[in-house]
């Protein structure tokens, strides 16, 4: 086998599980797909060589994570050898589970894989299952055993017309290590004892939810770290009281399907120390307005000594959407970032309603703007509200692609009539990579720099190879 062998066996082993792909992802990111599942992947090794097969059956952390098909016999086997670890269970009942003819009794041998594997529910530490509506209840019914153990529960039941219930006797009521739970078209009361202690809160389209609901499930979680809220809610334009999540330190709003229900979050959540980011499309009617206004209103409760002082605007997919994300150079935990993008068959401008945002946002403080976009709108009304919302601008940093466009604003603010000057307080520009048109970048950087030679307050231009530190994207 090669200098592999000379490996401790015990390095060898921390080695295959991690190749092997035994942990299932962060909560809500677990990635069904069509490799063979790890238990005859470790199979598949232990035939490699006389000590491999030595190391893989004297090995039981190998034997503890089930997904994809096994036999039942498979999985008695891998029992067997996996000792009394702490089992991964991830079951994919999707519309294929159960369905048409029973040819040669494969249903039933379907359902016995997955009885046998719930039966392990008390000695499991992570669940995640994919459910189809017409088997969903039984499934559920299956789950009576207490889960002493099980910190991580995933359950996908988005394969159908109505939710998927959890009962209040789920796991026999009695699960008390659990710390991250995902739902997604799933009903759960907000008196569940699932929600107790949790860290994070992973819900999806979860249509049944009443804006009163929602506020007293968050109430439940003074211990939540995470919480994420994607698809649809009904939530109706509704005042309630207002509920602190004091550990919360991400918020996510990812593709909700209107800027009330963000504006609703924002309003009946406070978090002392958490990060934002919201992720929606603009529709004809949204008040984005609202929207920027309840997002700064959240982000004054955040417990920080620093302020917002960098901003950066950002383009996504052919510049169908604009990212804005503000954070502090003082403090990481002081961070927002909003993607909005276009699905108003073209009766939206979103750069437009980004730009007219940031008057709205708490920028005031804000130094330094990295522009990593193309065209913002008209020249005029760019640089009127970014001298408007950002009175404290320094430093302008552009990629190659925002230069140009940039830089022609640039030069217009130097022949406009506007007093004081458009972007007068600007005293450096950083341009990275090599911009396009060049020839007319410096012909506009000509132009501002005499301007501002003649006005008495000389500008900075600057090139920084493509090399250099960018701010990171908060969520990539």
């Known amino acids: ?43 598949s090794i232990a035939q490699a060589c006389h000590k491999w097969r030595e190391l893989a059956l004297n090995t039981p952390s190998l034997w503890t994570t089930f997904d994809g098909e096994l036999h039942p016999l498979l999985i008695d086997y891998a029992l067997q050898l996996s000792s009394d670890l702490p089992l991964k269970v991830c079951l994919d009942l999707q519309s294929d589970f159960g369905a048409g003819e029973d040819e040669d009794g494969y249903h039933a041998l379907q359902w016995d894989v997955v009885r046998k594997l719930v039966s392990q529910i008390p000695r499991t530490s992570h669940l995640v299952v994919r459910l189809f509506w017409y088997h969903a209840e039984a499934f559920i019914s299956e789950l009576t055993q207490e889960a002493p153990l099980l910190v991580h529960l995933e359950i996908d039941g988005e394969y159908g017309f109505d939710p998927c219930v959890l009962p209040r006797t789920v796991f026999d009521g009695k699960c008390p290590s659990l710390r991250h739970l995902v739902l997604r078209s799933c009903k759960i009361t ?31 979680m003074q211990s939540l770290e995470t919480l994420r809220l994607y698809g649809f809610f009904n939530i109706w334009n509704i005042q309630v009281d207002a509920v602190i999540l004091p550990r919360l330190n991400e918020l996510t709003l990812s593709d909700l399907s209107e800027v009330e229900l963000c504006k609703f979050v924002l309003n009946s959540v406070r978090c002392p120390h958490a990060l934002l980011r919201i992720v929606i499309d603009t529709r004809d009617g949204d008040d984005f307005a609202g929207l920027f206004h309840a997002c700064s209103r959240w982000l004054s409760f955040h417990n920080s000594l620093g302020v917002i002082d960098n901003l950066k605007i950002d383009s996504r997919h052919n510049d169908e959407a604009i990212q804005l994300e503000g954070f502090s150079s003082t403090d990481p935990m002081l961070r927002f970032s909003i993607t909005i993008s276009d699905q108003s068959d073209g009766h939206f401008d979103v750069c437009q309603v980004v730009i007219a945002g940031l008057s709205n946002l708490p920028l005031a403080g804000v130094h330094t703007p990295h522009f990593y976009t193309g065209s913002l709108g008209s020249r005029q009304f760019w640089a009127k509200e970014l001298s408007k919302s950002l009175p404290g601008l320094r430093t302008v940093e552009l990629c190659s692609l925002s230069a140009l466009y940039w830089l022609e604003v640039f030069a217009w603010c130097m022949t406009c009539d506007a007093s004081p000057r458009l972007l007068h307080s600007v005293q450096e520009v950083v341009v990275r990579g090599s911009p396009h048109e060049g020839s007319a970048l410096a012909e506009n950087m000509g132009i501002v720099r005499s301007a501002r030679l003649n006005e008495g307050c000389p500008i900075v231009f600057r090139y920084e190879d493509t090399d250099s530190q960018l701010p990171d994207n908060m969520y990539e």
């Open 1 to 43: 086998m090669g200098q592999i062998d000379d490996l401790p066996i015990e390095l060898i082993a921390v080695i295959l599980k991690d190749v092997l792909r035994h942990d299932i992802g962060e909560p809500g990111h677990h990635r069904w797909t069509n490799e063979p599942p790890i238990i005859l992947q470790v199979l």
């Open 190 to 220: 907000h008196d569940s004892p699932l929600l107790c202690d949790l860290k994070t809160l992973v819900l999806s389209s979860c249509t049944w939810l009443a804006p009163s609901e929602l506020i007293q499930l968050f109430s439940k």
